[in-house]
C-alpha cells in the first residue's frame, strides 16, 4: 500500500500531463470522461477502489479547483471554463497518504518551523492566514499529502480563442530550465506554437522598477541610520515582513513586484490582453490573487508544469527555429539569483548622483531562516552593516524556487550567462524601458516617481 505514494510527485505531473493531453484533444468533455482518466491512472498505479477519492482530488487540484474527498465529479469542466481566476487557497491538504507515512521518512515537522503553524496530527495542519506559500512543503512531501492548485486547463481555453491576445511573461529564472540546447528564442517560438501571442522578459520590467527604486533610495537614505528593505521579486519576503514585522514595513519599497508590473503594463498596452506568468515557484500563485493586486496576472505556471505542458504537446524543444528579440538588461536578468537586485539597484543609484555622501551598501540574503534572522535583528534595533537590505524566500533566490527543473547552482550560471548575453549593461541603459514609459505618458525617467499614472502602476 505505501509504496503506491512514493514518489508521488511524479506520479501527480503524469496525472497533469493527461489532463492537459485530452483536454487540448477535445476528450475531456463529461464528468464520464473524467471518471474514465481515474480509472487508467487507478490502473496505471495500482491504487485500490479505497483510494480513489485521493486520486480524484489530484485530478481537481490539476484542474485548478479546490478537493472534495469521495464527492463525485459534477460540474468541474464547466466550471474550469467559465473561471476568471484560481481562488485561495493555493496549497492544499489531502486526506489518504498520512496514514501510510512512517516516521521518520517524513519531514513534515521540519519544513515550515520558520514560517507557519504546520505539524503532524495525521498529516499537516496548514494555517492559510499564517502560511507564506513558499511550497517547499509542497516539494517536499513525496507521498502528494500536500499539493498545489495547476492553472493550465483555464489557459487552454483562452489558447484556442483566436480573438484574446495571451502573452507569455517569463520570470527570469527560466534561462536554462528546459535543456542546455533550448535557448530563450527557442522557447518564444513554442509558446508561440501554443498560441501565445508573444512571449515576454519580465526582466524588461524589473528595469523599470529598478530605476524606480534607485530614486526612491536616493530619497530614503540620507544618513547613516536609513536603512531600505526592497520588495521586489518575492512575495515570501514580502509577506514576512508584512505579517511578523510590522514596525519595519516603513522601510520597505511599496513597488509591486516585477511579475505584477509586467500584467499592468501589458495590459495597458494591448487591449484585452491576458498575462500568464511562468515562474520557478508556488509563493507567485498566491500573489496573483492577493487582494491588492489581482487582476494584472490571469493566471500562473512554474516551470515544472511548462515542461510537462510541452511533453503533452509534443513540442520538441531543440528542435524549433529560435525567434530572438532583445528586452532586457544584464541587471534585469539577475534579479533571478541572490544579489542581482541589489546589483542592478547600485548601478543605477551611482549613476542617479555618483557623488553621493551615503553609499549603497547592500545585505543580500536568502532562504526563509536566514531571512527571519535578519529581520529579527532589524525589528529589534540592531546594528546591520548595510542601508540596502536584499531578501529572497528560497536558498540561492528565484533560480532556487521549488518548482525548477535543475540544480540551483547550475541555474545561476545560466542566468549569469544570459545575462551576460545581453547587449543592455544596466536597466539606465535600456532604451526599451523608455518606449513603455512614453506609451505611458512619460517623458523623462525622473517622471518614474511623479507621475501618478506610473506610481499608480508599480506601487501597491
Same mark, same amino acid.
Given at each position: 500500500?505505501?509504496?503506491?505514494?512514493?514518489?508521488?510527485?511524479?506520479?501527480?505531473?503524469?496525472?497533469?500531463?493527461?489532463?492537459?493531453?485530452?483536454?487540448?484533444?477535445?476528450?475531456?468533455?463529461?464528468?464520464?470522461?473524467?471518471?474514465?482518466?481515474?480509472?487508467?491512472?487507478?490502473?496505471?498505479?495500482?491504487?485500490?477502489?479505497?483510494?480513489?477519492?485521493?486520486?480524484?482530488?489530484?485530478?481537481?487540484?490539476?484542474?485548478?479547483?479546490?478537493? $472534495?474527498? =469521495?464527492?463525485?465529479?459534477?460540474?468541474?469542466?464547466?466550471?474550469?471554463?467559465?473561471?476568471?481566476?484560481? +481562488?485561495?487557497?493555493?496549497?492544499?491538504?489531502?486526506?489518504?497518504?498520512?496514514?501510510?507515512?512512517?516516521?521518520?521518512?517524513?519531514?513534515?515537522?521540519?519544513?515550515?518551523?520558520?514560517?507557519? +503553524?504546520?505539524?503532524?496530527?495525521?498529516?499537516?495542519?496548514?494555517?492559510?492566514?499564517?502560511?507564506?506559500?513558499?511550497?517547499?512543503?509542497?516539494? +517536499?512531501?513525496?507521498?502528494?499529502?500536500?499539493?498545489?492548485?495547476?492553472?493550465?486547463?483555464?489557459?487552454?481555453?483562452?489558447?484556442?480563442?483566436?480573438?484574446?491576445?495571451?502573452?507569455?511573461?517569463?520570470?527570469?529564472?527560466?534561462?536554462?530550465?528546459? #535543456?542546455?540546447?533550448?535557448?530563450?528564442?527557442?522557447?518564444?517560438?513554442?509558446?508561440?506554437?501554443?498560441?501565445?501571442?508573444?512571449?515576454?522578459?519580465?526582466?524588461?520590467?524589473?528595469?523599470?522598477?529598478?530605476?524606480?527604486?534607485?530614486?526612491?533610495?536616493?530619497?530614503?537614505?540620507?544618513?547613516?541610520?536609513?536603512?531600505?528593505?526592497?520588495?521586489?521579486?518575492?512575495?515570501?519576503?514580502?509577506?514576512?515582513?508584512?505579517?511578523?514585522?510590522? #514596525?519595519?514595513?516603513?522601510?520597505?519599497?511599496?513597488?509591486?513586484?516585477?511579475?505584477?508590473?509586467?500584467?499592468?503594463?501589458? $495590459?495597458?498596452?494591448?487591449?484585452?490582453?491576458?498575462?500568464?506568468?511562468?515562474?520557478?515557484?508556488?509563493?507567485?500563485?498566491?500573489?496573483?490573487?492577493?487582494?491588492?493586486? $489581482?487582476?494584472?496576472?490571469?493566471?500562473?505556471? =512554474?516551470?515544472?508544469?511548462?515542461?510537462?505542458?510541452?511533453?503533452?504537446?509534443?513540442?520538441?524543444?531543440?528542435?524549433?527555429?529560435?525567434?530572438?528579440?532583445?528586452?532586457?538588461?544584464?541587471?534585469?536578468?539577475?534579479?533571478?539569483?541572490?544579489?542581482?537586485?541589489?546589483?542592478?539597484?547600485?548601478?543605477?543609484?551611482?549613476?542617479?548622483?555618483?557623488?553621493?555622501?551615503?553609499?549603497?551598501?547592500?545585505?543580500?540574503?536568502?532562504?526563509?531562516?536566514?531571512?527571519?534572522?535578519?529581520?529579527?535583528?532589524?525589528?529589534?534595533?540592531?546594528?546591520?552593516?548595510?542601508?540596502?537590505?536584499?531578501?529572497? #524566500?528560497?536558498?540561492?533566490?528565484?533560480?532556487? #524556487?521549488?518548482?525548477?527543473?535543475?540544480?540551483?547552482?547550475?541555474?545561476?550560471?545560466?542566468?549569469?550567462?544570459?545575462?551576460?548575453?545581453?547587449?543592455?549593461?544596466?536597466?539606465?541603459?535600456?532604451?526599451?524601458?523608455?518606449?513603455?514609459?512614453?506609451?505611458?505618458?512619460?517623458?523623462?525617467?525622473?517622471?518614474?516617481?511623479?507621475?501618478?499614472?506610473?506610481?499608480?502602476?508599480?506601487?501597491?
Amino acid at each position: 500500500m505505501r509504496e503506491k505514494y512514493i514518489n508521488f510527485n511524479e506520479k501527480r505531473m503524469y496525472i497533469f500531463s493527461e489532463l492537459v493531453r485530452r483536454y487540448w484533444n477535445g476528450d475531456l468533455k463529461s464528468a464520464e470522461d473524467l471518471d474514465d482518466l481515474v480509472r487508467d491512472i487507478v490502473d496505471k498505479y495500482g491504487f485500490a477502489d479505497a483510494e480513489i477519492p485521493f486520486i480524484k482530488d489530484h485530478i481537481r487540484l490539476a484542474m485548478g479547483l479546490d478537493p $472534495k474527498g =469521495n464527492e463525485a465529479f459534477g460540474h468541474e469542466l464547466t466550471i474550469i471554463k467559465n473561471a476568471g481566476e484560481i +481562488s485561495h487557497p493555493i496549497v492544499a491538504k489531502l486526506d489518504g497518504p498520512c496514514e501510510h507515512c512512517e516516521e521518520p521518512n517524513c519531514e513534515c515537522s521540519d519544513i515550515c518551523r520558520y514560517e507557519t +503553524s504546520i505539524y503532524r496530527r495525521k498529516g499537516p495542519v496548514i494555517v492559510n492566514d499564517k502560511c507564506l506559500n513558499c511550497g517547499h512543503c509542497v516539494s +517536499s512531501c513525496d507521498f502528494g499529502a500536500i499539493a498545489d492548485k495547476i492553472e493550465f486547463m483555464p489557459v487552454i481555453d483562452l489558447l484556442k480563442d483566436s480573438k484574446v491576445p495571451v502573452y507569455a511573461a517569463v520570470a527570469p529564472a527560466i534561462a536554462g530550465q528546459f #535543456g542546455d540546447d533550448v535557448s530563450m528564442g527557442k522557447l518564444r517560438t513554442a509558446f508561440k506554437l501554443m498560441g501565445f501571442k508573444d512571449m515576454i522578459e519580465v526582466a524588461l520590467f524589473a528595469d523599470i522598477l529598478t530605476i524606480k527604486e534607485a530614486f526612491e533610495f536616493d530619497n530614503l537614505v540620507k544618513s547613516e541610520e536609513d536603512f531600505f528593505l526592497t520588495s521586489c521579486c518575492c512575495p515570501v519576503w514580502f509577506n514576512m515582513i508584512k505579517k511578523n514585522y510590522p #514596525g519595519i514595513l516603513e522601510h520597505m519599497s511599496p513597488s509591486v513586484s516585477p511579475m505584477i508590473a509586467s500584467g499592468r503594463i501589458l $495590459k495597458k498596452l494591448y487591449e484585452d490582453a491576458r498575462v500568464v506568468f511562468i515562474a520557478p515557484c508556488i509563493a507567485k500563485k498566491a500573489e496573483a490573487i492577493e487582494q491588492d493586486l $489581482k487582476g494584472a496576472i490571469d493566471y500562473v505556471l =512554474n516551470f515544472r508544469e511548462l515542461k510537462e505542458i510541452f511533453n503533452a504537446l509534443n513540442i520538441n524543444l531543440s528542435e524549433l527555429e529560435p525567434d530572438y528579440k532583445d528586452q532586457a538588461s544584464f541587471g534585469g536578468r539577475i534579479y533571478a539569483r541572490t544579489g542581482g537586485v541589489s546589483f542592478s539597484v547600485k548601478t543605477v543609484v551611482n549613476r542617479l548622483e555618483p557623488s553621493r555622501v551615503i553609499m549603497l551598501r547592500a545585505k543580500k540574503t536568502d532562504g526563509v531562516k536566514n531571512c527571519k534572522e535578519i529581520l529579527d535583528d532589524l525589528y529589534q534595533g540592531k546594528k546591520v552593516d548595510a542601508n540596502f537590505i536584499e531578501g529572497m #524566500g528560497c536558498p540561492g533566490g528565484c533560480v532556487g #524556487g521549488p518548482r525548477t527543473n535543475i540544480d540551483v547552482h547550475k541555474a545561476a550560471m545560466m542566468v549569469n550567462e544570459f545575462g551576460e548575453d545581453s547587449l543592455i549593461m544596466t536597466p539606465f541603459d535600456n532604451l526599451n524601458v523608455m518606449k513603455i514609459l512614453k506609451h505611458l505618458g512619460i517623458n523623462s525617467i525622473e517622471e518614474i516617481i511623479n507621475n501618478e499614472e506610473i506610481k499608480k502602476i508599480l506601487s501597491r
